[in-house]
């Protein structure tokens, strides 16, 4: 893992984006797979800004995770940190890096699926910490891998420095000077079929060539109206470059009936069934969708054949079925 002498320091944290962002493209390869845990800066004042990178979470929000630091000169005396998440969201890496070609964060796919990413949680540290070292904790609603370390498990060192820091405002030039918002890296509200995915599957579903899905999902343009298509994105797993699965999309609509086609000539890994649909600032989602799409799964001749179950999810939460 990184040490002291690979972080950023608060002051350069804007300045220095382009090395930053090279820093965390190499995050995927200390994960392997399994869970890493990293900040940076490795030291702060109280009040500066700290960036955490978590693993490859699925479904971990700033409403379902806390953080808590323990100063080893206060043990006893523990700072909860929750309240001071600013923003947590997803890291990619390039996907003609050798992160994402022939790392260890190949497997990540494999072991969670879901492509790979990094989840990165941003927090403003409050006043009045103790100085010296101690380690934050995270607890997520959010999942781990299958056959990785749970986040939960691992604690990151965090020295307190004496002095008073103040929140890093990332401020960027576009003309003028305007200041970033994290908020904006975080999913919009969106409507998800997630599989039902376990590693072990992989033997047991037959090469897939093809899946239909037909979605009741209600929408209209904010005060009423339909939804235009151009205000639609549906985003499906962007794990080909691991798979090599060659996964091709098509969809329409007629009013909220989506008719989604998913298609590969290499065949379909069972977690690249997995897809969401998000929409553009104006529109909403209406009401939920429905939670029982139609589902077919085709082989590579077009014979039906099974496939994962596929659960549905709106804004991260699960919506349960019939019992």
């Known amino acids: 893992m990184p040490n002291g002498d690979q972080v950023l320091r608060s002051g350069e944290f804007v300045k220095r984006v382009k ?16 869970v890493g845990l990293q900040t940076f ?3 702060a004042r109280s009040g500066d800004t700290i960036t955490l990178a978590l693993g490859s ?27 001071n998440i600013e923003a947590i969201f997803k890291l990619y890496p390039d996907k003609t890096s050798r992160v994402a070609l022939v790392s260890d964060a190949t497997r990540i796919p494999v072991n969670s699926g879901h492509q790979a990413w990094v989840t990165v949680m941003v927090i403003n540290l409050p006043s009045g910490l ?38 890093n405002p990332l401020r ?53 109206g339909a939804v235009l298509a151009d205000d639609i994105r549906l985003v499906t797993q962007d794990s080909g470059v691991t798979s090599g699965s060659q996964l091709q999309t098509r969809w329409t609509r007629d009013g909220e009936a989506f008719h989604i086609a998913l298609l590969s000539t290499t065949g379909i890994k069972p977690y690249e069934t997995s897809l969401a649909i ?11 969708p429905d939670r029982y799409p139609e589902v077919r799964y085709y082989d590579m001749f077009g014979e039906p054949v099974s496939g ?16």
């Open 19 to 34: 090395l930053r962002t090279r820093i965390f493209a190499l995050v995927p390869v200390l994960l392997a797979g399994c």
């Open 172 to 224: 960027y030039l576009h003309n003028q000077v305007l200041t970033g918002r994290l908020g904006d890296l975080e999913p919009v509200p969106n409507v998800e079929l997630r599989a039902e995915y376990d590693p072990a599957s992989q033997a047991v579903w037959p090469l897939i060539g093809a899946v239909e899905i037909k979605w009741q999902v209600p929408m209209q343009v904010e005060g009423g």
């Open 57 to 83: 979470l699925e479904g971990a929000t700033v409403s379902n995770t806390s953080a808590i630091f323990t100063s080893d000169a206060a043990p006893d005396a523990s700072v909860d940190l929750s309240a």
């Open 308 to 323: 994962p179950e596929l659960s549905v999810w709106q804004d991260g939460v699960l919506l349960p079925g019939l019992p």
């Open 278 to 288: 998000g929409l553009r600032e104006g529109n909403r989602f209406s009401g939920e």
């Open 41 to 43: 800066p490795h030291v």
């Open 130 to 167: 103790p100085s010296g070292p101690g380690v934050v904790r995270v607890v997520t609603g959010g999942t781990s891998p299958v056959m990785t370390t749970a986040v939960e498990e691992v604690s990151v060192a965090l020295e307190i420095l004496p002095g008073i820091g103040q929140p």
